[in-house]
């Protein structure tokens, strides 16, 4: 039973790694809403307890980056701002779902109708059911005093700081760690590989399968997109994608968690009752008229393999489970992951700190101290209203996540000569019996695609069907070598298998191949 506890903790690191980038920018929002913003003026930007505000909740998150972690203490300071539960989830539910990456990358993974189509579904569900909770409980709303801000100045940038390392090492992380549980418990409960036959179109229960996975799961919005292009391409059910979409990224045990110890157990139930209907009415009305006729069904996906076991029963690698783990954790986790890590580190590393030598608040009640002169800035100092530059900071949030598509997803010339290493690792490995190789290679070799597929559609505003077919089509031989490793299927047929993923790697790059000006 070791390998199940070993799995665990691998699958709550990795969520957390993945997590960590989404979780710095919460901490930063909750920063600028706290300390610039104000309960005041955080009310007027997303409203509370109408139907507008809804909307305005769900604009926001769609435009703002984030995962179903880092709403957390966004949440908090909602609540703290005297705003209303429906719109307080308005916006924790639509944070997670989209933002510019995740939502170029949807576009080139099936039809854009169908992604449009999940937004506007997921805004349907926002209204229907922030709408009818707020009408059933108008009570929501809490009034806690507000304190001081700062003074123009250095201080006031200092205090959005403080701000965020005493909220690293508040409740928050108790939350984030019990939204981490969720992924532990289903690494627990799922064995390896066991959701491989499952979500398939023609199952109507596949939703109810889905929505019991979701919800207790935690995914970063590319992950989830990831998770639907796989289940596009196999032709899975199109309303549990919807759920994986809606739940998975949107909902995770730590927001129930804070919602059970802020609002009780009625309104629990009431609230969650209320999205899982909608969500699951949604999810069966959009089956056949969403479903990507064109596509022939395929019996197994590896799209939910991040939600079971990693490792088998009886499986012991060969350095041990600590060792495994570094190794994949170093493998599998990009650069902004370990800059959001290390910055949750610094994070709390101060907040810890503060609680041992300030538990008063005093560093905080000098922040706030007016100036002694009384002048509100210095002579030739800008003054900008603290409101202002909140929504400056947001905005160049927002401003920073597109500029980041840029460079997450760079041009075809850059990405080839990257995908063809990747390739090289692939096919080598599988030709000369290194099966372990071979598997750890795959998930970089699909990841490069990706990067491919998206850079080309985000400096050319569309992907041909020729194009996407290429990717398709080489992605499912990596997925063939991927389920042969898993069979056991003999040297041989890894042979063949390498021999179709280097064919169509090469039709891939000469599809691909930027074109030589004359």
Partial sequence: MSEVAWGAV??????????????????????????LMGHADTRRLFGS??????????LIGMLLPGCSLGVIPICRQLRASGIAVGTIFAFALSSPLFDPLSLLYGLTLSKPFTIMAFAACSLVVVLVSGGLFDWLFPDTEVHLPEPPAPPQGIRRMLAIVVEMARETTSPTAGLIGIGLLGVGLLAVVLPAGSLQLS??????????????IATPAYATPMIVMAQLGSMFQHGNSIGAAFILLALGAGVNLGLIAWMLLNYGWQKLAVWFGIIFFAVLVISYGIERPLYP???????????????CAPFQPGQVPSGGFTAEIARRVQQETLAHEWFGAGALVGLAALGGLL?????????DTWLVRPRADGRVADRWDIVIPGPVLALIGLGAIVAGSILG?????????????????????????????DTA?????IPTAENWTRRLLVGCYLRKGRVSDADLALVREYEMRLEDLEDAIEHGDGPETFRKQSLAITAAHSQLRRGFQPQEPN
Wanted: aromatic share 8%.
């Fill in 10 to 35: 691998l699958r709550m690191l990795q969520a957390l790694l993945q997590g960590s980038p989404f979780i710095f920018t919460g901490l930063c929002i909750t920063g600028l809403l706290s300390r």
């Fill in 49 to 58: 307890n109408s139907v507008l505000s809804l909307a305005q909740s769900w």
């Fill in 199 to 212: 979500m398939a179109h023609d199952n109507p229960a596949s939703p109810l399968v889905m929505t019991a």
């Fill in 293 to 307: 006729r064109e596509v022939e069904p395929i019996g197994h996906t590896h799209a939910f393999d991040r939600y």
């Fill in 355 to 363: 609680r041992v030598v300030d538990p008063h608040k005093r560093v």
């Fill in 405 to 433: 598509c840029y460079a997450y997803y760079p041009p075809a010339a850059e990405v080839l000569p990257e995908l063809l290493d990747a390739n090289i690792e692939v096919t080598h490995a599988a030709m000369t019996g």
């Fill in 437 to 441: 190789r071979a598997m750890q290679a």
